[in-house]
């Protein structure tokens, strides 16, 4: 079993943010699987489905990003599961230009808060990550202002084709293996 989040904020405020693309991919990946993300559980909206026959539970935290953890920890808990081999989490990264994949076994939280928080409460960095690059903040821009801030139409092509690959990714992922994932899809 494989417990899949994407991170991001909740309320329709912040839907389509450079913050939220770890939400859109949850969505583009449970409208490809078929599966309902309507059941509040763990902190969050979540819905289980399956992939080549393994069970996958698809995750949006609705903490608010920078306490990401609680919901991520009380799934892991919940079904006991090995966040290091288990647990895929999806983010934005500021330090890509937009539309790039970079997965990565473990790591530190690279600035990235709620990846910080997720750490904090699993007491660990070795877990999966798929990071979807957002671009880098503008000279002048507040940071907080900037992730919060909608991708521009050419950037929006570049997201949407990253969201894809990253669907196909996370089906490599729970089908084959997570080194297969990282040879095919790391740009």
Excluded at 132 to 152: C, E, Q
Aim: hydrophobic letters at 35%; aromatic letters at 8%; charged letters at 25%.
């Amino acid at each position: 079993m494989y417990i899949i989040v994407g991170l991001g904020n909740p309320t329709s405020k912040y839907d389509k943010t450079r913050h939220n693309v770890g939400f859109d991919t949850i969505d583009a990946l449970a409208e490809k699987l078929s599966i309902n993300i309507n059941n509040a559980k763990h902190k969050s909206l979540c819905g289980s489905g399956y992939i080549g026959g393994e069970k996958v539970i698809l995750l949006k935290p609705q903490t608010f990003m920078n306490l990401s953890g609680e919901a991520v920890i009380d799934a892991v808990n919940f079904y006991k599961c090995d966040p290091s081999t288990e647990l895929i989490v999806i983010y934005d990264d500021i330090s890509m230009e937009p539309g790039r994949l970079r997965m990565r076994g473990k790591g530190s939280a690279g600035g990235h808060n709620g990846i910080k928080n997720i750490i904090a409460h699993l007491g660990s960095e070795n877990f999966r990550r798929i990071k979807i690059g957002v671009g880098a903040k503008p000279d002048g821009w507040d940071l907080a202002n900037f992730v919060l801030s909608r991708f521009d139409t050419s950037e929006r092509k570049y997201i949407d084709e990253a969201i894809n690959k990253a669907c196909d990714a996370l089906t490599t992922i729970v089908s084959d293996s997570f080194e297969k994932a990282m040879n095919l899809y790391n740009s």
